[in-house]
C-alpha cells in the first residue's frame, strides 16, 4: 500500500498563486507516476497534471498548461504543484494520485492506483 497526505491548499484572490505538497510512503517503490487531480461541487474529478518519481517526463492538461508547474522530490518522497495566476475556475478539492504507469496515461486514462484525502483550493473573484 501507498500512502499519500496532502497539503497547502487555501484561499486565494484571483490572480494569486499556491503551492500544494502530497508526501508518499509506504510501497512508493511500486508507483512510477505521481499526479493531481481535482474535483469541483456537481463535476466528475479531472486529471490536472501527472510526473514521473525520476522527473523529466510532465504531462498537463490543457485548463492548466502555463500557470501550473508539477515537480517531484524523490529523496524526500514529495511531489509538489506549484499553481500561478489562479482562477474561480480552478476552485475544487485536489488529490493527489499515485500509479504503477506512465505520468502520459495517468493523464490520457485518468486512472491511479492510490489516491490521498485532499486538500481544498478555493479562488475567489
Known amino acids: 500500500q501507498v500512502q499519500l497526505v496532502e497539503s497547502g491548499g487555501g484561499l486565494v484572490q484571483a490572480g494569486g498563486s499556491l503551492r500544494l505538497s502530497c508526501a508518499a510512503s509506504g510501497r512508493t517503490f511500486s508507483t512510477r507516476a505521481m499526479g493531481w487531480f481535482r474535483q469541483a461541487p456537481g463535476k466528475e474529478r479531472e486529471f490536472v497534471a501527472a510526473?514521473?518519481?525520476?522527473?523529466?517526463?510532465?504531462y498537463y492538461a490543457d485548463s492548466v498548461k502555463g500557470r501550473f508547474t508539477i515537480s517531484s522530490d524523490n529523496a524526500k518522497g514529495t511531489i509538489y504543484l506549484q499553481m500561478t495566476n489562479l482562477k474561480p475556475e480552478d476552485t475544487a478539492l485536489y488529490y493527489c494520485?499515485?500509479?504503477?504507469?506512465?505520468?502520459?496515461?495517468?493523464?490520457?486514462?485518468?486512472?491511479?492506483?492510490?489516491w490521498g484525502q485532499g486538500t481544498q483550493v478555493t479562488v475567489s473573484s
Open positions: 494520485a499515485a500509479d504503477r504507469l506512465t505520468a502520459q496515461t495517468m493523464g490520457v486514462q485518468k486512472r491511479a492506483d492510490y
Open positions: 510526473t514521473h518519481w525520476s522527473g523529466g517526463e510532465t
